[in-house]
Structures are given as C-alpha cells and as structure tokens.
T-cell receptor, first 115, second 116 residues
Framework: AQTVTQSQPEMSVQEAETVTLSCTYDTSESDYYLFWYKQPPSRQMILVIRQEAYKQQNATENRFSVNFQKAAKSFSLKISDSQLGDAAMYFCAYRSGNTGNQFYFGTGTSLTVIP | DAGVTQSPTHLIKTRGQQVTLRCSPKSGHDTVSWYQQALGQGPQFIFQYYEEEERQRGNFPDRFSGHQFPNYSSELNVNALLLGDSALYLC???????????????FGPGTRLTVL
C-alpha cells in the first residue's frame, strides 16, 4: 500500500511571509495524483492544489504552489503571502492512477499564522 | 448547488451499540467514499460505493458496512461499537470511478462519533 509521510506536525509563519510544508510518499506506480487538502476547525476538507504525476510542470493556484520532485517522491506545498485564513491542518494525499480513486492521506501539518 | 452533506453532526454512543451515519453527495455526483479520521490523524479510507455496490474497501473489519441508495446517497453502519471507533467520519463524493484528471473528491463536514 502507498504511504504518505508529513514530517512536520506543526509549523508557524508570520502573516505575509512564506512557508513550505513537506510531504514524501512511497509508491511503485508511475501514474498517480497528488493533492494538498486544507482542513480548518470547521472540519470540512478543502482542496488546495493538485498535481498529476505525468506533468513535469509544478502546479500553482494563486498563492499556493508545489515543488514536485518525482524521483525523490517529494511533494511540498509553498504558501506565499500567508494570511490569517490560511491557519488550518494541511494534509498531503495520494491517489493511484491505476486502482481507482482511493485516497491515502498523511498525518497532517498544523499551520499557525502569526499576526 | 448543494455540496456534500452529512448527518448527524455529532453522535454519542456506548460500547456494543450500533450506529448509522448518512451522506448526501454533491449534486451531479454518483460515487461516495467514506473515511475515518481519528484525532490527530489523517483520514483513513473505509470503502467506496458506486452504482449501489461496494467497489473498493480499505483495511476495516466487517463491523463496518455501507449502503448506497438509487439517489446516490449513502449510509455507513458500524456494529458492536468499540472505544477505538471514536473518530470523525468523513464522506466524499465524486463523479464515476474512473481515473480522469477531473475526478475530484469533495468532502462533507463529517460526523463526530464518540463511543463511551
């Protein structure tokens, strides 16, 4: 089974600064999808950004961007110009490209934004 | 356009009891997946329903069962509750079970189950 590792249980960032959240994964597949989800205290998981493994270009969504290193099996999330509303749990997730859309999640990183 | 809804929001049960959680998928979606999220952990996949059949299952015992109705809504049933079943149960909906790029899962707000 695929495993997803987030080695930073907690991170903090000053408002307007940049922070990077780390994620590594283990898979023998070549075709897969990677995601970052945000879970605020309201509990609803919200998709932040996604990356298709076959695409070499790193995905970006406004202030959010990823650094996808396929050979290293690394998928970090960079949040630029951090805002108070970015404070939440962030989960990295893996979805197989071959065996259906079961998601494998990491244990999460709690992000605090300091005013 | 209604998103994924779940009921109830909170639930308290005692060991040995049975519980049913409900999920209505996002409008236009026909596939429902269930996840268990223990405190401080990431969600763990329980199973997925499509066309009223269980299509995939994670590493959960048979005490966990489900159902999908013709209107695509779904139920998660847990029998013989254990203390360790206390968790947030998330439902996610998507369109189809293919592997298309746009097959995004939308999550509901979850049901918090506490087993005493």
């Amino acid at each position: 089974a695929q495993t997803v590792t987030q080695s930073q249980p907690e991170m903090s960032v000053q408002e307007a600064e940049t922070v990077t959240l780390s994620c590594t994964y283990d898979t023998s597949e070549s075709d897969y999808y990677l995601f970052w989800y945000k879970q605020p205290p309201s509990r609803q998981m919200i998709l932040v950004i996604r990356q298709e493994a076959y695409k070499q270009q790193n995905a970006t969504e406004n202030r959010f961007s990823v650094n996808f290193q396929k050979a290293a099996k690394s998928f970090s999330l960079k949040i630029s110009d951090s805002q108070l509303g970015d404070a939440a749990m962030y989960f990295c997730a893996y979805r197989s490209g071959n065996t259906g859309n079961q998601f494998y999640f990491g244990t999460g990183t709690s992000l605090t934004v300091i005013p | 356009d209604a998103g994924v809804t779940q009921s109830p929001t909170h639930l308290i049960k005692t060991r040995g009891q049975q519980v049913t959680l409900r999920c209505s998928p996002k409008s236009g979606h026909d596939t429902v997946s269930w996840y268990q999220q223990a405190l401080g952990q990431g969600p763990q996949f329980i199973f997925q329903y499509y066309e009223e059949e269980e299509r995939q299952r994670g590493n959960f015992p048979d005490r966990f069962s489900g159902h999908q109705f013709p209107n695509y809504s779904s139920e998660l049933n847990v029998n013989a509750l254990l203390l360790g079943d206390s968790a947030l149960y998330l439902c996610a909906s998507s369109l189809g079970i293919g592997l298309a790029d746009d097959n995004e899962q939308f999550f509901g707000p979850g049901t918090r189950l506490t087993v005493l």
